[in-house]
C-alpha cells in the first residue's frame, strides 16, 4: 500500500461517522482517512443521537445493550462527559397503529431492562395521544462532540481529506447524506425539515418524539428547540408547529435528505465493489459504531454479524422491517 493509500476511507459527518473512523483506526490498527465538513457548530442538525428509541426489533435492542455501555465509555475517555447528558426522553403515540407500535416497543425494551413508564395525560400532549417515558437514555451533544473528537482523532492517526484526495481500499458511506451523494439505488431521498424556535417554556421532557408524525424535538439549553421532520413533504411545517403549539416562533429552518429504505430497517452492506453503505439507522446510529468497527476490520461476534448480515441489500429483509422509527 502506498503512503497515501488508505485501509478505509470514512466519507460522512455524523458522529457515527467520527466513531467509526477512530475506533477502525485506534483499536483495530487500521489506516483510515475521513472524509467529512466540520460544520456541527454552523448549521441546523440533520439528525439526532439517543442511546433509546421506538425500535421494534428485539435483535436491536440486545445489541444496543452492549453497545450503548461501550460507546459511553468511549466518549467519556475521548471526549469528556459533556459529550453527553442522560436524560428521560418521551415516545408519543396518536393512531391506533402507533400506539400499538408503541406498546410492542415498551415490551420489547421492558424485557432488556429498559425503565419504561406511561406517561399521565396532560394538556402538554396532542389529545387522545399516549406516551411512554424511557428513562436514563443517552443523548449526544453533537457540535460539542465533533469538536471534542478532533484531537483524539488526529491522535490515532486518523487524516481528514477532501474526497477527490482519498485512495483506500474500502469505502465507508457512513451517514444518510454521504449515502445519498453516491447515488445508491438502494434507498430512497426522504425530503425533510429542521426548524429552530425561539426560546419557549419547558417541554414535558428533553427529547420527545412522535412515532406518526416522523417527528422529534430537543429542546435545547436557553429554551429553544430544534424540530426534525422526516418526510411530511410540504405539510411538514404543520406538522412540527401542531407538537409545538401556537406560542412557538420560528427562529429558523432548513431543508435535506433523509435516506429511507421500503421496509423502515437500515441499510447496511455493499451497495457496489468496495463500498460499504450505512444508512437510515436514526436515533441509534452512532451508539452502533464499536459493532459496526469491529464487523468492517472482521473482528465481529457472532451477534453482532448476523445483526448486519440481516440488514444487507441481499438478505431476506421482510425479517428486520421496522414498524416504528
Not at 457515527?16 to 460544520?39: E, I, M, N, P, Y
Request: proline letters at 6%; aromatic letters at 4%.
Amino acid at each position: 500500500m502506498g503512503a497515501d493509500a488508505f485501509d478505509f476511507a470514512i466519507v460522512g459527518s455524523s458522529p457515527l461517522a467520527l466513531l467509526l473512523a477512530g475506533l477502525l483506526a485506534a483499536r483495530h490498527q487500521r489506516k483510515v482517512c475521513l472524509v467529512a465538513q466540520s460544520h456541527a457548530a454552523f448549521r441546523l442538525p440533520t439528525g439526532l443521537d439517543l442511546s433509546a428509541a421506538p425500535l421494534t426489533r428485539p435483535e436491536t435492542w440486545a445489541l444496543l445493550a452492549a453497545t450503548v455501555p461501550e460507546t459511553v465509555r468511549l466518549l467519556a475517555r475521548v471526549a469528556g462527559k459533556l459529550a453527553y447528558d442522560r436524560i428521560d426522553p418521551l415516545v408519543v403515540a396518536e393512531t391506533a397503529a402507533g400506539r400499538d407500535a408503541l406498546g410492542h416497543v415498551r415490551h420489547v425494551a421492558l424485557g432488556f431492562g429498559h425503565a419504561v413508564e406511561p406517561e399521565p395525560a396532560s394538556s402538554a400532549l396532542p389529545g387522545g395521544a399516549v406516551a411512554n417515558r424511557f428513562r436514563d437514555a443517552v443523548l449526544i451533544n453533537r457540535p460539542f462532540l465533533e469538536a471534542a473528537l478532533i484531537p483524539w482523532l488526529e491522535s490515532v492517526g486518523v487524516r481528514r481529506l477532501d474526497v477527490a484526495d482519498a485512495t483506500a481500499e474500502f469505502t465507508v458511506l457512513a451517514d444518510d447524506e454521504a449515502a445519498l451523494a453516491r447515488g445508491s439505488r438502494l434507498l430512497q431521498p426522504q425530503p425533510s425539515l429542521t426548524l429552530m424556535t425561539e426560546p419557549l417554556p419547558a417541554l414535558p421532557a428533553p427529547v420527545m418524539s412522535f412515532i406518526d408524525r416522523g417527528l422529534a424535538m430537543r429542546q435545547l439549553t436557553g429554551g429553544g428547540v430544534s424540530a426534525l421532520v422526516r418526510g411530511g413533504g410540504t405539510n411538514a411545517n404543520g406538522m412540527a408547529g401542531a407538537a409545538l403549539g401556537e406560542r412557538a416562533r420560528l427562529a429558523g429552518q432548513a431543508r435535506f435528505l433523509a435516506a429511507a429504505t421500503s421496509d423502515g430497517a437500515p441499510m447496511l452492506g455493499l451497495s457496489e465493489a468496495n463500498v460499504f453503505t450505512i444508512a437510515g439507522l436514526g436515533m441509534t446510529g452512532a451508539f452502533l459504531a464499536p459493532a459496526l468497527a469491529r464487523f468492517l476490520a472482521g473482528a465481529a461476534t457472532t451477534q453482532e454479524a448476523a445483526w448486519i448480515d440481516a440488514r444487507s441489500p441481499l438478505a431476506d429483509r421482510s425479517l428486520v422491517a421496522e414498524a416504528a422509527s
